[in-house]
Every structure is written in C-alpha cells, then in structure tokens.
C-alpha cells in the first residue's frame, strides 16, 4: 500500500472504533503484564475468567508472591500452559520485587527481561499501560498485515518494524489495537469476512469472502450489528464498538 492507502486503511478503522483498547480486563501495569503473560497461546476471554477473582485479591508482585505457585496453578489452571505461566508469573513478581520496588519497569530492555515476557508483551505493556507507540504483532496483527499489504513481512518482528517504519500519526497508539480487533472480528483466519469489511477496496487479498446467502437465495445482509454508511460502506454499529471498548485504560 502507499502511504495514502496505508492513512486510509487506519482512518476508516479509527471511525469504526474510535476508542479501541485491549479486551484483557486489569486494572494497573501489573495486572496488565500479567494478564498479558497469562494470554499465550490462550483466548482473552479465558484469561479473563481466570484473572476476575484472581485480581479480586491480588493487585500486586507481594500479594503474587504470596499466594504461593502451588495457589496460582490453582487459580489459572483453566488457561493453557498453566503450570510454565504460574511458575513465570511468580518468578516476574519476584524480579520485580527483587530489581524494580514492586513497579513494572516502562523500559523494554527491564521488561523482557522478566521471566516469561518476551517482544510482543513487552510491547502491548508499553503501548496500554505507558501509551507508548509500540506495535504487538500477534497472530491476528500478522495475518491482516499479511494479507492486506499493509505491512507483509515473513515474521512478526519484520511485521513489526514495518508497521512502525509505515503508521502514520494519529494513529499510531492505537494501531495495533485496531488489527488485533478487525483480525478477531472480521479478517477471520479462517474465512475472512469481506462483504462486511470497511477496508475491502485497500485490501489485496483474492478471492475476497463474497456475503453468506440466505435460506432464501438472497444475498445476505451484514447482519445486526452492521449498517451502512450514505456513500454505501458497511460499518458495524456503535454499540458493537462500545463491547469491545471497555473503560480499563490506564489514567
Ligand atoms: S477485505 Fe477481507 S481479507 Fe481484506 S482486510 Fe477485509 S476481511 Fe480481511
């Protein structure tokens, strides 16, 4: 894409979801890095059903520490790897302890340097608990930078220098938001769905997904919480927005 398509790409993601932010629930940067820690290979909303009562009473590294592993594994054996994350989690809490008072550090070198934290948790704890312009390439943010042209690259970290060479401002906090949630949500991995999508005619991926048809031979409408714009594009609706936008930003 050149850089207009790559403005408009982000523009009409913004006027979809102005206030896009991470659907991991916590409420400081030590309960987001280990909301995040805890979300490989696992989906956000298991993660949540584990951490809610678990971040009822634990806020901070002591608290962490002090529930013990054995209690941790426990509380999260719900989520995938959960024997290797409990044992990360609480040796990052003692690291923390032991190298930064208590505090998560906002420096990338400090926190890759915890057990368990590896680029892209560093970069989403960067980019939501510090706001800085950091670009996660998860598997969502890889697949439609891929398949758009947004930002090919055969890694995620050559996906990841690319989008930070190629955003431009203002869209470049909440960049990696908006790809994670048009991956989750519309660029499916399985069977993207096109005919709803408000980047269609910037995307190069072909064959692009044709609507779903009715059990009456229609062509099917882009479902209930979509609608389209006056020049025709479909956008999903605010309400749909405002589920996936909840207030957990950090002041
Ligand atoms: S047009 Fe299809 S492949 Fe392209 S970004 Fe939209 S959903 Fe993904």
């Known amino acids: 894409m050149n850089k207009g398509q790559v403005f408009e790409f982000f523009r009409r993601l913004a006027e979809d979801n102005p206030a896009p932010i991470t659907e991991l629930e916590f409420s400081n940067p030590y309960t987001l890095l280990v909301a995040v820690a805890l979300s490989a290979q696992a989906t956000d909303v298991s993660v949540n059903i584990a951490t809610r009562p678990l971040f009822a009473r634990i806020t901070k590294p002591a608290q962490m520490v002090a529930l013990g592993e054995e209690a941790l594994r426990q509380a999260i054996k ?147 919480s979509a609608a389209r714009t006056a020049t025709g594009r479909i956008v999903r609706t605010r309400s749909e927005d405002r589920n996936r936008s909840r207030p957990n930003r950090l002041p």
């Open 78 to 224: 719900s989520i995938g790897l959960f024997n290797t994350k409990a044992r990360n989690v609480i040796a990052l809490s003692q690291a923390l302890i032991r190298d930064h008072g208590g505090e998560v550090p906002r420096h990338r070198a400090a926190l890759e340097a915890l057990p368990g934290v590896g680029r892209k948790t560093a970069n989403v704890v960067l980019n939501t608990a510090w706001g800085e312009e950091t670009f996660a390439v998860d598997t969502h943010v890889f697949r439609v930078c891929n398949r758009t042209g947004l930002a090919p690259g055969k890694d995620p970290l050559a996906v990841e220098l690319k989008l930070e060479r190629t955003v431009p401002q203002p869209f470049r906090r909440d960049a990696h938001h908006w790809l994670i949630l048009h991956g989750r949500y519309t660029c499916k991995a399985r069977t993207p769905e096109c005919w709803r999508c408000v980047v269609v005619d910037l995307c190069r991926f072909k064959p692009k997904t044709p609507a779903p048809k009715t059990t009456s031979g229609r062509i099917g409408s882009p479902g209930p």
